[in-house]
C-alpha cells in the first residue's frame, strides 16, 4: 500500500503561469480532501471531493482555483495565473469516509517566484 | 465559525517527563476528535482518535476527551526527543471536513 501519493513534491511557477498538483488516493480511500498550509501556520481547509463530485469547497478561493476528483486517474488541484501568495505546502489527504481520520500525502510545496 | 484552540508554544519538557498538550473547540456538535504529529517539512501524521467521553490509551500516548467542557488533550508519557514535533488538535462533525487546529509545538530537552 504505497499510501497517499502526491506529486510534483516541489513545483516553481513564475506569476502568471498555472500550477497543477496531482493527488492518488490511499487504495480504498474515495474521500479527498485538500489542506494548505502556509509557513509557521495551520492547515487550511480547502476542499473535499468524491469521485466526480466535490462535496465541499467552501475553503476554495472564489477565483483561479478549481479542483476535480475524476473517475479515472488523481484528483487534481489547480491554480491558475499563480501570484506571490499562493506559495505554500498543499497537502492532499484520504479518508474511507466520513468520520475517519486522514493519511496525509507529502505535499507540495509550491513556490511561486 | 468552527473553531479549534490550541496553544502555539512552545511546550518544552525534559526527557523523560510528561507532556501535556490542550486544545478546546467550539461546536458542541462535534464527534470525531484527532492528534496529529507534524515534524518541520513534514506532512501530519494521524497518531490518535477518540470518539467517547474518557480516556484512550495507546502506547505512551493517552488522549482525554470531556465533550461537556468541549475539551480534548494528550499526554505523552516518558518524553523523548524524537517526540519534538507541531501537535495539531482536529475535530469533526463527522459528516463534513475536519478543522485543525493551529498546533502547539513540542520541545523535548536532551
Known amino acids: 500500500n504505497a499510501g497517499v501519493m502526491q506529486n510534483p513534491r516541489h513545483l516553481v511557477r513564475r506569476r502568471g503561469q498555472e500550477a497543477r498538483l496531482r493527488c492518488s488516493p490511499m487504495k480504498g480511500h474515495s474521500h479527498v480532501y485538500w489542506y494548505r498550509q502556509l509557513p509557521e501556520e495551520g492547515l487550511k481547509f480547502m476542499v473535499y471531493?468524491?469521485?466526480?463530485?466535490?462535496?465541499?469547497e467552501s475553503g476554495m478561493p472564489k477565483e483561479r482555483f478549481s479542483a476535480e476528483f475524476p473517475k479515472e486517474g488523481p484528483s487534481i488541484l489547480r491554480i491558475q495565473q499563480v501570484v506571490r501568495g499562493d506559495s505554500a505546502a498543499y497537502f492532499c489527504?484520504?479518508?474511507?469516509?466520513?468520520?475517519?481520520?486522514?493519511?496525509f500525502g507529502s505535499g507540495t510545496r509550491l513556490t511561486v517566484v | 465559525q468552527k473553531e479549534v484552540e490550541q496553544n502555539s508554544g512552545p511546550l518544552s519538557v525534559p526527557e523523560g517527563a510528561i507532556a501535556s498538550l490542550n486544545c478546546t473547540y467550539s461546536?458542541?456538535?462535534?464527534?470525531?476528535f484527532f492528534w496529529y504529529r507534524q515534524y518541520s517539512g513534514k506532512s501530519p501524521e494521524l497518531i490518535m482518535s477518540i470518539y467517547s467521553n474518557g480516556d484512550k490509551e495507546d502506547g505512551r500516548f493517552t488522549a482525554q476527551l470531556n465533550k461537556a467542557s468541549q475539551y480534548v488533550s494528550l499526554l505523552i508519557r516518558d518524553s523523548q526527543p524524537s517526540d519534538s514535533a507541531t501537535y495539531l488538535c482536529a475535530v469533526t462533525e463527522g459528516y463534513q471536513k475536519v478543522t485543525f487546529g493551529t498546533g502547539t509545538k513540542l520541545q523535548v530537552i536532551p
Open positions: 471531493l468524491q469521485k466526480e463530485n466535490i462535496i465541499d
Open positions: 489527504a484520504s479518508s474511507q469516509g466520513d468520520g475517519y481520520g486522514y493519511t
Open positions: 461546536d458542541r456538535g462535534s464527534q470525531s
